[in-house]
């Protein structure tokens, strides 16, 4: 079984940045895929970034160039750096793992945490 726990979410002014963290329990962090996912109230939810088991990185467009991700498999820990944020970033966000390694399908993902809670004001 695998746990993941968000941090680092708020209330932060447009323009302004936050660093969410995931911490992934288990012996095997280095195994998985580990992908962030967003919902904004009466919005599905969307695919945001995700970095692979070979430390490959992808983001949706509508991040690109403005948030980061990265892995500390020392600490078990992946970092979603979100800068130059907008109020249209305001969600939920939530990391999950995959042992598909690199999927921006939700579906395919095993494992999530609860999410936590972003919030940008204009």
């Known amino acids: 079984q ?9 209330l932060v002014q447009a323009g302004g940045s936050l660093r969410l963290s995931c911490a992934v329990s288990g012996r095997t962090f280095g195994s998985y895929g580990i992908g962030w996912f967003r919902q904004a109230p009466g919005k ?5 970034a995700l ?3 070979r ?25 979603l750096q979100m800068n130059s944020l907008k109020p249209g970033d305001t969600a939920v966000y ?16 095993d494992f999530w945490g609860q999410g936590t809670q972003v919030t940008v004001s204009s």
């Not at 695998?2 to 708020?10: A, H, I, P, T």
Request: charged share 20%; glycine share 6%; net charge neutral.
């Open 2 to 10: 695998v746990q993941l726990v968000e941090s680092g979410g708020g």
């Open 44 to 48: 599905e939810r969307e695919f945001v």
């Open 51 to 53: 970095i692979s088991r």
């Open 55 to 79: 430390d490959s990185t992808y983001y949706a467009d509508s991040v690109k160039g403005r948030f980061t991700i990265s892995r500390d498999n020392a600490k078990n820990t992946v970092l």
């Open 94 to 109: 939530s990391c999950a793992a995959t042992y598909a390694s690199s999927t921006t399908v939700a579906a395919a993902y």
